[in-house]
């Protein structure tokens, strides 16, 4: 007995082809609202003031690159965007490094604290930063560490570890004892064993974490403003926000300036894209 065509190769049915064209429909309309408004900021960035007022949504007729300067050096872009690269790389290393650090003793080694400390961490997910903005004001002077870049990195660092803690917990528990144990029997101490085995295999979420950390990081723009006034250690998120007041009626260089602000994360993004997705998919199973 045989059939014209087997389970696989059988043609789907109008039912599934209808189920499938509304999937594609879908997927198109959600892509079409993801990328249709970063085009068009780019677009409006392009136009002066006078001809965004008088065509917002068509393409520029005569497109101009003038803004771009003019709002780099209205924003003092130079100081901040620096700065934003400063905090973002140093915290996203720290917090990376020191969340599979604590994981790692959390997961592997084995004491009567442990439990304890690894809720107490943990519990920090629960924090909004609204609910610790004052106390951490207030603790940042009377330590003497406000309007400095160390006293806005180390709650960077801070607020990011729970999290990190959490994610690289649950990796490091599906790693079998068992290469631990190797280890330990060949007389490899726990910080060899960190490098060179638990580092390698957590791979995956290190990236998850650090593309978590990243975006967090370079887009933050509340603790700063609260935990600095100095305008030479703040982010590029404030230089930006100088665009929302008298100059708020200049869309030119506002729009301009925003896409200053964008640009980094959607280079990251085509730059990174493959790791990025293999991340997030490989931190998603595991932890």
């Known amino acids: 007995m045989g059939f014209k065509y087997g389970r696989l190769g059988a043609k789907p049915t109008a039912g599934a082809l209808i189920g499938r064209t509304i999937l594609v429909l879908i997927l198109l309309t959600f892509t079409v609202m993801t990328i249709y408004p970063i085009l068009w900021l780019i677009q409006s960035s392009l136009k002066t003031t006078q001809e965004f007022q008088m065509n917002r ?75 610790i903005m004052v106390p951490l004001f207030l603790l940042t002077n009377m330590v003497g560490l406000y309007d400095t870049r160390i006293g806005i990195l180390i709650p960077y660092i801070g607020l990011g570890l729970p999290m990190g803690v959490y994610l690289g917990t649950e990796f490091i528990r599906s790693i079998p004892d068992s290469l631990i144990e190797s280890a330990r029997l060949e007389g490899a101490g726990y910080i060899r064993i960190f490098i060179s085995i638990i580092f390698p295999i957590s791979v995956p979420v290190a990236v998850t974490l650090a593309i978590m950390t990243v975006t967090s990081i370079w887009n933050e723009f509340m603790l700063i403003n609260i935990l600095a006034s100095k305008n030479s250690i703040k982010s590029l998120p404030v230089g930006i926000l100088k665009f929302s007041g008298a100059l708020s009626s200049d869309y030119g260089k506002q729009f301009a300036a925003l896409v200053i602000g964008m640009l980094p994360m959607l280079i990251f993004y085509l730059i990174f894209r493959k790791h990025i997705q293999r991340g997030l998919a490989a931190g998603a199973v595991k932890g």
Not at 58 to 81: D, M, Q, V
Not at 94 to 113: E, T
């Open 57 to 131: 949504i068509g393409l520029p007729i005569e497109p101009t690159l003038s803004n771009y300067p003019l709002a780099w050096k209205i924003g003092g872009f130079t100081s901040l965007f620096l700065n934003s690269i400063l905090y973002t790389s140093i915290s996203t290393i720290a917090i990376v490094f020191l969340s599979l650090s604590a994981s790692f003793a959390f997961a592997k080694i084995r004491m009567r604290a442990t439990k304890f400390l690894y809720q107490s961490f943990v519990v920090g997910i629960l924090l909004t930063l609204q609910s």
